[in-house]
């Protein structure tokens, strides 16, 4: 039995297929202006993956910003609780999760059946997440898979002295023109970031173990940024920006059969 995920995010839509629960194919692309539009053509993306259609899929669920767009989708569910199914499915232990998107990050608190149980997030404010990688990515003029490795080679990480998505490019152009590399803006970049994201955690209250999700949790520099300010391990799954989408595939297999997937 198939079942289909659909996570429309601000940044990135994303698309899942699981076959009786287990992953079999996905898709991320941009959202671009178009949400509909975007949801049809990942989906499609997805779904041609594994030579399929959406005749052969018996339940889709739908999640994130523009989900209401979504026209192909019989139930919708907040990402947290698509977070918290796939974290759960993932890593049954974890107890915290660190989701990094793209317009915002936020801190999750689990119960020992991936229930969300309280969040904190820092949506007014982009310094803690992807939309601050994203700028200093064009401001240094390389692209974002690039960060985490450069970020790894950094022997002197510049001290910021502002954790603000906006100030901190400006103190980055004077940090360069100084003689930083940018190997050590963007690991100074990632101190600020986990400071940031880790208050988060502080304030949702942290438990083991603890994950990181969203596509920020791609960036690897960011993850043993995170990792050095908690003093703890961060999990991260296989492809972290697919969770949401991937909660939401297993929630709708969970409706068809009545059963908890675990």
Request: charged share 20%; proline share 3%.
């Amino acid at each position: 039995m198939y079942t289909l995920g659909i996570d429309v995010g601000s940044g990135y839509s994303k698309a899942v297929v699981c076959e009786n629960g287990a992953l079999r194919s996905s898709a991320v692309m941009p959202s671009g202006g178009n949400y509909g539009e975007t949801a049809r053509n990942v989906v499609e993306a997805a779904l041609g993956k594994v030579n399929l259609s959406l005749r052969d899929v018996a339940r889709t669920m739908t999640t994130g910003y523009g989900a209401s767009t979504v026209d192909v989708a019989d139930d919708s569910a907040t990402d947290m609780a698509c977070h918290g199914v796939a974290m759960h499915h993932l890593f049954p232990s974890v107890r915290t999760v660190i989701d990094i998107g793209s317009q915002f990050s936020r801190a999750v608190r689990l119960n020992e059946a991936g229930k969300v149980t309280y969040f904190v997030m820092n949506e007014k404010c982009a310094g803690g997440s992807g939309k601050f990688l994203q700028v200093i990515a064009r401001m240094l003029k390389i692209s974002l898979d690039e960060i985490g490795p450069l970020s790894l080679t950094a022997t002197k990480p510049v001290e910021f002295t502002t954790a603000c998505a906006v100030f901190a490019e400006s103190e980055a152009v004077s940090r360069i023109a100084e003689g930083a590399t940018p190997a050590d803006i963007v690991a100074g970049i990632h101190k600020a970031m986990a400071s940031k994201i880790a208050t988060l955690v502080t304030r949702v209250g942290f438990a083991p173990d603890c994950a990181a999700t969203g596509g920020g949790a791609r960036d690897l520099g960011l993850v043993k940024a995170l990792q050095t300010e908690l003093a703890t391990p961060v999990l991260v799954g296989p492809e972290p920006q697919i969770t949401a989408a991937l909660g939401a595939a297993l929630m709708a297999w969970e409706r068809v059969t009545g059963r908890q997937h675990l």
